[in-house]
């Protein structure tokens, strides 16, 4: 189970938000932190949701998520709990973060270089964030796994030095295909970085090989990663870590999705695709009763599309229709 904590956020990376953001929901239609702890015991008590993670926005600016987190964790002290940030005002919060229950986190870092890291989330935060990640390592909240997109001719040339680094530190880097879902409507199938060709910069350094562990649904397509140490023998050193691909756009894993996710103002999405929702928390504030809301949201997720529809070999899928809600108002 995704749940938005939020729709606001302190970044405007260039393929999620517009410079200018958005407008925010108002306080009264976002859930409290009493209808969290609600629903997603439902989830957990009725419909089987055997981990949570949360996201946003940017669930750092919620003044309420240690309160959040531990209530969570009182109810259900085995649920492992992660979240996604952007890591701005990590460094101050990992250890309340821990100390409250949260299992581990992943941070969003598309680049290592302050000019780069600027240009695409339109803020000087780097060393934020990079004080975020190791904080979060070392209040223990690890594995850190680390999200990066690549956009093509700001930061794809980074890809391996990215991988070094993160190799260098323990951390489990994860490269995002960019999805259309900016709130510029920008994202176009022919600059999109692919999953092959994130293998194909990575190939330059590293050679990377099936990572044996089944994916058991998991986003991400996991591959051992080792040094290339001449272009002839295909690389022979040692595993240093693994690196994830998220292909969503060329290589989807629908078939194997087992996500529900509730936005920030309690609203079902079986797909971050769907252009369908379901209000859960009008339905609860009417004063519904937990079977109800459990009712309600298993028949949404009946209604979870088969495909997202836009994995068709063509340049322009003229059937794929991007939804009006961007990641950061969906909760990615
Ligand atoms: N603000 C937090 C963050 O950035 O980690 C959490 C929310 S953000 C929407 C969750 C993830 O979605 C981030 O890793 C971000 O890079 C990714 N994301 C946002 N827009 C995307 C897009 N258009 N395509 C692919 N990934 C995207
Ligand atoms: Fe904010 Fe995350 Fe979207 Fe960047 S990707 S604008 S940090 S919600």
């Not at 140490?229 to 690196?243: E, I």
Request: charged share 25%.
């Amino acid at each position: 189970m995704r749940l938005s904590l939020t729709d606001k956020c302190n970044l405007r990376c260039t393929y999620c938000m517009p410079a200018e953001g958005l407008e925010w929901l108002s306080k009264q239609a976002v859930m409290t932190a009493g209808e969290i702890v609600r629903i997603v015991g439902i989830g957990v008590g009725q419909l089987g949701v055997r981990e949570l993670r949360l996201t946003g926005g940017e669930p750092l600016v919620r003044h309420d998520l240690v309160d959040i987190i531990s209530a969570l964790r009182s109810n259900h002290p085995d649920l492992p709990i992660s979240m996604t940030t952007n890591g701005v005002g990590l460094a101050k919060k990992a250890a309340a973060l821990k100390a409250a229950g949260l299992t581990r986190i992943n941070v969003s870092l598309d680049s290592l270089h302050e000019e780069t890291f600027t240009q695409l989330t339109r803020r000087p935060f780097l060393d934020q964030v990079l004080a975020g990640v190791d904080a979060a390592w070392a209040a223990g909240l690890g594995p850190v796994k680390l999200n990066a997109v690549l956009m093509r001719g700001i930061n794809d040339a980074e890809a391996p030095s990215l991988l070094d680094w993160a190799l260098g530190r323990g951390y489990e880097l994860r490269f995002i295909e960019q999805m259309p879902l900016d709130a510029d409507h920008g994202w176009t199938r022919r600059n999109m970085i692919t999953a092959a060709e994130i293998r194909q910069l990575l190939s330059a350094d590293f050679v990377l090989s099936a990572d044996p562990r089944a994916r058991d649904g998991a986003p991400a397509e996991r591959f051992e990663v080792r040094r290339r140490t001449a272009r002839s023998d295909g690389g022979s050193g040692p595993v240093l870590g693994t690196v994830g691909i998220i292909a969503s756009v060329t290589e989807p894993f629908c078939s194997d999705c087992r996500r529900t996710r509730i936005t920030a103002e309690g609203k079902i999405m079986s797909c971050l695709f769907s252009r369908e929702e379901f209000d859960l928390l009008g339905l609860l504030r009417t004063g519904a009763s937990d079977e109800a809301l459990a009712q309600r949201w298993q028949d949404a997720m009946w209604l979870k599309p088969k495909a997202h529809g836009m994995d068709h070999v063509g340049l322009d899928a003229p059937d794929f229709v991007q939804p009006d809600r961007s990641m950061s108002a969906i909760g990615g």
